[in-house]
């Protein structure tokens, strides 16, 4: 039995989780050599309009909820102790330096890899971490130096084209989006009266 696991870190606002999420972290979990994949929830962007995101702990809940059922998916709310606004990359250091035993690695759509160039000390991630990249429909291209990149993994996943923002738009005005949330999720979002 192996003791180091290789886990994926699939980061997010995740507000809230959706059926898309759990499709790609159980797609990424069964169909490429990662053991386990963590949602790591991210905490109030400075970046975003407060208004619509809510409060961390909730969001940490629902995806909670959600994964439950999903032993190789986990819940993480690592960056709720991370100094702000936090960087991809202190929060690499900060998980290896706790789990020294496991091997983690970065899950992110298309979309995000073609502004990885942009990201904070983005040449230190791609140098000490693997990235394993889901097809997204998104404008613009990646950049050519990630074409063939060794530690840039392009995963089979199917496009799910479904977020939150459609979600919680469908919610506000009256719509019935149940299929697009685990049952349990959706009972928590409609009890606690969420994005009306």
């Known amino acids: 039995m192996k003791t180091s696991k290789k886990i994926g870190l699939y980061f997010g606002t995740f507000n809230p989780i959706h059926i898309g999420h759990l499709i790609i972290a159980n797609h990424m979990v069964e169909f490429s050599d990662l053991d386990e994949v963590w949602f ?33 998916l986990q819940a993480s709310n690592v960056e709720f102790d ?24 970065l899950i992110m759509g298309e979309d995000n890899l073609k502004s990885l160039h942009k990201w904070k ?23 050519t130096q990630f074409d063939n990149h060794k530690k840039i993994k392009k995963v089979d996943a199917p496009i799910i084209e479904l977020s939150s923002t459609f979600i919680r738009k469908g919610i506000k005005s009256g719509k019935n989006i149940q299929p697009m949330l685990s049952a349990e999720v959706w009972t928590y979002l409609d009890e606690m009266n969420f994005y009306k």
């Open 40 to 72: 790591v929830v991210t905490p109030h962007n400075p970046h975003k309009k407060k208004k619509t995101l809510l409060e961390d702990h909730h969001r940490l809940a629902m995806v909670r909820i959600a994964v439950d059922e999903y032993p190789k």
């Open 121 to 143: 000390n983005y040449e230190v991630i791609l140098e000490r971490y693997s990235i394993y990249v889901y097809p997204r429909i998104s404008e613009g291209t990646v950049e």
């Open 82 to 105: 991370l100094p702000q606004p936090n960087y991809t990359v202190n929060t690499l250091a900060y998980l290896e330096e706790k789990y020294p035993k496991n091997n983690f690695c």
